[in-house]
């Protein structure tokens, strides 16, 4: 895994070979970013990242100046090797959430972030649920950006608040949030 850009810019860790996540790919995730650069300032922000497998998302939005990160993951595996890169990196700013991100986005307190990123299991049937608990629970604050990443075989464009949908190889991401 590596941190593309920002204070952490360039850093490696390498992921255990036993891992199930499937991490979004550097030349996605760069792309990604290069896009969310125009559309958000991360300097204080906070973000929260659903299905967080890796830590990678997390770890380049502290790396490219958000305040806080919230990180939802529920494999113990997973959620360790975070707990791991986090001391790697010395720092207090990554809240790691260990449990089930559609239980935290069913009992979130009134708590609303900058930018919002989820990446759930391909194989998940209720990817849907996902925008439309973000857009109910009102997660999103004002001109933030809520961004998922998904099989082609989901289309979100007829969901409140989708702005458009990006394409890198087999990685699909839709934003939603303030056009643009």
Same mark, same amino acid.
């Given at each position: 895994m590596r941190i593309i850009s920002g204070i952490y810019?360039?850093? $490696?860790?390498? @992921? !255990?070979?036993?891992?199930?996540? $499937?991490?979004?790919? /550097?030349? =996605?995730?760069?792309? *990604?970013?290069? @896009?969310?650069?125009?559309?958000?300032?991360?300097? #204080?922000?906070?973000?929260? /990242?659903?299905?967080?497998?890796?830590?990678?998302i997390s770890?380049?939005?502290?790396?490219? #100046?958000? $305040? *806080? @990160?919230? =990180?939802?993951?529920?494999?113990? @595996?997973?959620?360790?090797?975070?707990?791991?890169?986090?001391?790697?990196?010395?720092?207090? =700013? *990554?809240? +790691?959430?260990?449990?089930?991100?559609?239980?935290? +986005?069913?009992?979130? !307190?009134?708590q609303s972030f900058d930018f919002i990123f989820a990446d759930p299991p391909y194989s998940l049937l209720n990817i849907p649920d996902i925008p439309r608990l973000v857009i109910e629970k009102n997660l999103l604050r004002d001109n933030g950006i809520f961004v998922i990443e998904h099989p082609r075989t989901f289309d979100f464009s007829s969901f409140p608040l989708f702005n458009q949908h990006r394409r890198y190889g087999a990685v699909n991401f839709s934003f939603f949030g303030p056009r643009q």
């Open positions: 810019g360039r850093r $490696r860790f390498q @992921v !255990p070979a036993s891992f199930k996540a $499937r991490p979004t790919t /550097d030349f =996605a995730k760069e792309n *990604l970013f290069n @896009v969310l650069t125009h559309l958000i300032d991360f300097d #204080g922000a906070e973000a929260l /990242d659903l299905f967080a497998g890796t830590g990678s770890f380049e939005l502290l790396s490219r #100046g958000c $305040r *806080l @990160v919230t =990180a939802v993951e529920q494999d113990r @595996v997973h959620a360790a090797f975070i707990t791991k890169v986090t001391n790697e990196l010395k720092t207090d =700013a *990554l809240n +790691l959430i260990k449990g089930d991100a559609f239980r935290f +986005l069913h009992i979130t !307190p009134e």
